[in-house]
Antibody, heavy 121, light 108 residues
Framework: EVELLESGGDFAQPGGSLRLSCAAS????????MTWVRQAPGKGLVWVST????????FYADSVKGRFTISRDNSKNLLYLQMNSLRAEDTAVYHC??????????????WGQGTLVTVSS | EIVMTQSPATLSVSPGERATLSCRAS??????LAWYQQKPGQPPRLLIY???TRATGIPGRFSGSGSGTDFTLTISSLQSEDFAVYYC??????????FGQGTRLEIK
């Protein structure tokens, strides 16, 4: 059974940092591009970042470019999102999602439950 | 950036009736369009990909159509468990991956 389990969400002050993790199981992790999607309370889905199956290619939304870093450890089936210089508008539930291809040019088949990040002073 | 626009924002339909949800892209996405369902407190679930192919385990009452810029998700004979928010998403031209703003399907 496929499972994506996020962790690391917490309260943070503006300007602070958090590191999110996503533990994957039940599929060949290295064959799947992985994406972080966020959802502010009561709002819609917003793409944050994607990493290719090998980890050699990364992509970011303009709103997080230069502040967030996506990475993965295929030996441990783990996906990460390092979040620096946090802003109030980064407050959201962050979902990790798996694409059924290595380059991301395909839909997101698998989704995690999400982890809540709250940025407030 | 390709902008995805969904209509209507809210759709009220009675159980057993048909629901038709629309999604329009600001430029062609070919057939690289997915639909997701999201219920409160749950992550999105992939329903349709390639504009018209049902994902694994999705009931036959869900169908997708369209190509280019105009797409439709149809749910025939609505069941109680179908009342949720539905999002379209293009994966033809990215970054950025873009979602529509969602259509809330509510019980009439």
């Amino acid at each position: 059974e496929v499972e994506l389990l996020e962790s690391g969400g917490d309260f943070a002050q503006p300007g602070g940092s958090l590191r999110l993790s996503c533990a994957a199981s039940g599929f060949t992790f290295s064959s799947y591009a992985m994406t972080w999607v966020r959802q502010a309370p009561g709002k819609g889905l917003v793409w944050v970042s994607t990493i290719s199956g090998s980890g050699s290619s990364t992509f970011y939304a303009d709103s997080v470019k230069g502040r967030f870093t996506i990475s993965r450890d295929n030996s441990k089936n783990l996906l990460y999102l390092q979040m620096n210089s946090l802003r109030a508008e980064d407050t959201a539930v962050y979902h990790c999602a798996g694409h059924s291809c290595s380059d991301g040019i395909c839909p997101m088949d698998y989704w995690g439950q999400g982890t809540l990040v709250t940025v407030s002073s | 950036e390709i902008v995805m626009t969904q209509s209507p924002a809210t759709l009220s339909v009675s159980p057993g009736e048909r629901a038709t949800l629309s999604c329009r892209a600001s430029r062609s996405v070919s057939s690289n369009l997915a639909w997701y369902q999201q219920k409160p407190g749950q992550p999105p679930r992939l329903l349709i990909y390639g504009a018209s192919t049902r994902a694994t385990g999705i009931p036959g009452r869900f169908s997708g159509s369209g190509s280019g810029t105009d797409f439709t998700l149809t749910i025939s004979s609505l069941q109680s468990e179908d009342f949720a928010v539905y999002y379209c998403q293009q994966y033809n031209s990215w970054p950025p991956i873009t979602f529509g703003q969602g259509t809330r399907l509510e019980i009439k």
